[in-house]
């Protein structure tokens, strides 16, 4: 028979009806087209009331509901899983976990981590204190600063902690240099890496090294156009690590190669590090294979160079030498590591401290007449003037203004450890398997031992106990893992420093502080644009002013006329520079503006 399509809608207020679809129904029709069934149980009765709503209907909106509650429910139970696993430490430690959040399930505090910069720790620090907890990049982390915590953190290497690395970064820079090695291995190649940065090293590199910054200065002389400084800082210092570490002339072609790979190579290592086709990773592999070839040449020369009696000043050759020296042949693969190595690590840092001290000597007209003061007490004024490192190691003053900028604007923020075991730091546990971030530019800005920590005074070095301060300043790390090439970082800096005070002025092109960014070193979002000029250039515009008008004031840029009443500029708790010379009308210099 017929088959009912629908069920009834219920139209009375009170209805019933028995539901065609239960068991034992069977409907059809008779002669007549009167509607029977068939003499099987009674089935279940609805009731409803005041109801429009069609059976199947209503059955669809329950299965929804049931549907959605399942997930809702499923991902409740989860939360209060990440929730409770999250705050839990080691069961057998007293001591408290420290205070924070450990943000989203999985995700943790990773997207706030990354996009907040610099902010992300400094409110932490604000609302926990020296220690909190946090989750990013897929781990439980305490993250610490201060002199003590640090030091503890740095000198319990292989004790209390060991240093861990992205797997993406160890594929790209190589496993088999000094930063990826670990106990009597790290120790054993640390010895012969401080063969190659020693004094006499230090004196040999010193001739390549202040070529390379004096040719630099010179072409940013030149140009009539505001020269990006953070891009020309990298190529600098990519020019001096390439000729003193690697013993090739810079400006070569085979110089400009090298540094267009490693430069490429390099903005491509801190991305996404999945290997997908055309991604970062994927492009940073196929330039480090590049490299690697022409390092195999290079090192080849090197070799066979020393066989030959013609031993090169370079880094590379007296790692050579010292290998050798003590029964050690280095293979092919170890050396090339190791040379990516000191290519990566004396370029990345000293280009971020490079534009770092340009940007604050441009701010700091008074620093620059005192290093112009110093270099004429010692002679070394006159740009022809020639430099040993015996003169440079004179320039007291010079090394506080190398020192101030490290001090205000350290490259690398911090560093990450993994807990070796539970161990106890500033009254908290750190539970074994968690990440350890200890914080330089954080200990740097909230240590006691600097007053106002938020301005730049060179003048504060000197009456400063270096020994006692060790940990209050670190921009080379410390511990086992300081850095071994700190000397020559500092060198450069110094050279640097030297030549612009006694060759040329410059200023801030766009007049304001640009947004600082913190990864993969600090440094300027906009590049840093500035505009140099040389002395004879000053001293022309000058005459010319002069000649002009007998009222017209003197071409002022960076030191000329410049006082102990000048702007003497700070950072702030937020970030933001400003004037701290009540003397002068109070500039607020922001990320992004002036007023």
Same mark, same amino acid.
């Given at each position: 028979?017929?088959?009912?399509?629908?069920?009834?809608?219920?139209?009375?207020?009170?209805?019933?009806?028995?539901?065609?679809?239960?068991?034992?129904?069977?409907?059809?029709?008779?002669?007549?087209?009167?509607?029977?069934?068939?003499?099987?149980?009674?089935?279940?009765?609805?009731?409803?009331?005041?109801?429009?709503?069609?059976?199947?209907?209503?059955?669809?909106?329950?299965?929804?509901?049931?549907?959605?509650?399942?997930?809702?429910?499923?991902?409740?139970?989860?939360?209060?899983?990440?929730?409770?696993?999250?705050?839990?430490?080691?069961?057998?430690?007293?001591?408290?976990?420290?205070?924070?959040?450990?943000?989203?399930?999985?995700?943790?505090?990773?997207?706030?981590?990354?996009?907040?910069?610099?902010?992300?720790?400094?409110?932490?620090?604000?609302?926990?204190?020296?220690?909190?907890?946090?989750?990013?990049?897929?781990?439980?982390?305490?993250?610490?600063?201060?002199?003590?915590?640090?030091?503890?953190?740095?000198?319990?290497?292989?004790?209390?902690?060991?240093?861990?690395?992205?797997?993406?970064?160890?594929?790209?820079?190589?496993?088999?240099?000094?930063?990826?090695?670990?106990?009597?291995?790290?120790?054993?190649?640390?010895?012969?890496?401080?063969?190659?940065?020693?004094?006499?090293?230090?004196?040999?590199?010193?001739?390549?090294?202040?070529?390379?910054?004096?040719?630099?200065?010179?072409?940013?002389?030149?140009?009539? &156009?505001? /020269?990006?400084?953070?891009?020309?800082?990298? *190529?600098?210092?990519?020019?001096?690590?390439?000729? =003193? +570490?690697?013993? $090739?002339?810079?400006?070569?072609?085979?110089?400009?190669?090298?540094?267009?790979?490693?430069?490429?190579?390099?903005?491509?290592?801190?991305?996404?590090?999945?290997?997908?086709?055309?991604?970062?990773?994927?492009?940073?592999?196929?330039?480090?294979?590049?490299?690697?070839?022409?390092?195999?040449?290079?090192?080849?020369?090197?070799?066979?160079?020393?066989?030959?009696?013609?031993?090169?000043?370079?880094?590379?050759?007296?790692?050579?030498?010292?290998?050798?020296?003590?029964?050690?042949?280095?293979?092919?693969?170890?050396?090339?590591?190791?040379?990516?190595?000191?290519?990566?690590?004396?370029?990345?840092?000293?280009?971020?401290?490079?534009?770092?001290?340009?940007?604050?000597?441009?701010?700091?007209?008074?620093?620059? &007449?005192? /290093?112009?003061?110093?270099?004429?007490?010692? *002679?070394?004024?006159?740009?022809?003037?020639?430099? =040993? +490192?015996?003169? $440079?190691?004179?320039?007291?003053?010079?090394?506080?203004?190398?020192?101030?900028?490290?001090?205000?604007?350290?490259?690398?923020?911090?560093?990450?450890?993994?807990?070796?075991?539970?161990?106890?730091?500033?009254?908290?546990?750190?539970?074994?398997?968690?990440?350890?971030?200890?914080?330089?530019?954080?200990?740097?800005?909230?240590?006691?031992?600097?007053?106002?920590?938020?301005?730049?005074?060179?003048?504060?070095?000197?009456?400063?106990?270096?020994?006692?301060?060790?940990?209050?300043?670190?921009?080379?790390?410390?511990?086992?893992?300081?850095?071994?090439?700190?000397?020559?970082?500092?060198?450069?800096?110094?050279?640097?420093?030297?030549?612009?005070?006694?060759?040329?002025?410059?200023?801030?092109?766009?007049?304001?502080?640009?947004?600082?960014?913190?990864?993969?070193?600090?440094?300027?979002?906009?590049?840093?644009?500035?505009?140099? +000029?040389?002395?004879?250039?000053?001293?022309?515009?000058?005459?010319?002013?002069?000649?002009?008008?007998?009222?017209?004031?003197?071409?002022?840029?960076?030191?000329?006329?410049?006082?102990?009443?000048?702007?003497?500029?700070?950072?702030?708790?937020?970030?933001?520079?400003?004037?701290?010379?009540?003397?002068?009308?109070?500039?607020?210099?922001?990320?992004?503006?002036?007023?």
């Amino acid at each position: 028979g017929d088959f009912l399509k629908s069920p009834p809608i219920c139209q009375n207020s009170h209805h019933s009806y028995k539901s065609p679809l239960s068991p034992g129904w069977r409907i059809g029709t008779d002669q007549s087209g009167a509607v029977h069934k068939s003499s099987f149980p009674e089935p279940q009765t609805y009731k409803f009331q005041h109801c429009r709503i069609p059976c199947s209907r209503q059955a669809m909106l329950v299965e929804v509901m049931l549907e959605a509650a399942v997930p809702l429910a499923l991902l409740l139970v989860l939360w209060k899983l990440w929730r409770s696993c999250s705050i839990q430490g080691d069961p057998t430690c007293s001591l408290p976990l420290p205070k924070g959040d450990m943000g989203l399930p999985f995700i943790g505090e990773t997207l706030a981590f990354v996009t907040q910069g610099a902010d992300f720790n400094r409110r932490r620090h604000d609302l926990y204190g020296d220690v909190f907890k946090t989750h990013i990049l897929g781990r439980p982390t305490v993250r610490v600063r201060g002199a003590d915590k640090v030091r503890k953190i740095l000198h319990g290497e292989n004790t209390l902690v060991t240093t861990i690395w992205p797997h993406s970064i160890r594929e790209v820079l190589g496993t088999q240099n000094l930063a990826m090695t670990f106990g009597d291995e790290h120790r054993f190649r640390k010895r012969i890496v401080m063969k190659a940065f020693n004094r006499d090293s230090m004196e040999s590199y010193l001739e390549s090294a202040y070529a390379v910054v004096k040719d630099t200065v010179a072409r940013w002389c030149d140009g009539r &156009q505001p /020269v990006l400084v953070y891009p020309a800082a990298r *190529e600098m210092a990519f020019q001096s690590a390439v000729s =003193s +570490l690697i013993g $090739v002339h810079s400006g070569s072609e085979e110089s400009q190669r090298v540094t267009v790979l490693f430069r490429d190579m390099v903005d491509n290592l801190f991305s996404l590090p999945i290997k997908i086709p055309f991604g970062g990773l994927t492009k940073a592999l196929r330039l480090r294979r590049t490299i690697d070839e022409w390092l195999e040449g290079h090192i080849q020369r090197k070799q066979e160079d020393i066989r030959s009696g013609n031993v090169g000043g370079d880094a590379l050759s007296r790692l050579l030498l010292a290998a050798r020296a003590i029964g050690q042949d280095l293979g092919n693969q170890e050396l090339q590591d190791t040379a990516v190595e000191l290519l990566f690590a004396g370029h990345a840092t000293t280009s971020s401290a490079a534009t770092s001290l340009i940007m604050h000597l441009a701010l700091q007209p008074q620093v620059v &007449q005192k /290093v112009r003061q110093e270099l004429e007490e010692h *002679e070394l004024l006159q740009a022809d003037q020639p430099l =040993s +490192l015996e003169q $440079v190691g004179r320039l007291t003053y010079v090394g506080q203004v190398v020192k101030e900028v490290l001090r205000i604007c350290p490259p690398v923020g911090g560093g990450f450890r993994k807990a070796l075991k539970t161990f106890e730091i500033g009254g908290f546990q750190v539970p074994e398997g968690w990440a350890v971030m200890y914080s330089i530019r954080d200990t740097h800005n909230s240590s006691q031992v600097f007053s106002s920590p938020e301005q730049f005074c060179p003048d504060r070095w000197e009456t400063a106990n270096t020994t006692a301060i060790r940990y209050d300043f670190l921009p080379f790390g410390g511990g086992p893992r300081a850095c071994v090439g700190k000397e020559f970082a500092k060198l450069q800096l110094k050279l640097l420093c030297v030549e612009l005070a006694r060759t040329c002025r410059w200023e801030l092109a766009e007049g304001k502080i640009p947004e600082i960014k913190t990864v993969p070193v600090l440094h300027p979002g906009d590049g840093l644009p500035v505009k140099f +000029l040389s002395l004879d250039d000053v001293t022309e515009k000058q005459q010319e002013a002069e000649g002009s008008s007998a009222h017209a004031h003197p071409v002022l840029l960076n030191t000329d006329q410049a006082t102990e009443s000048d702007a003497c500029f700070a950072w702030d708790k937020n970030g933001n520079l400003h004037s701290t010379n009540e003397q002068n009308i109070v500039t607020i210099v922001t990320q992004g503006s002036m007023v």
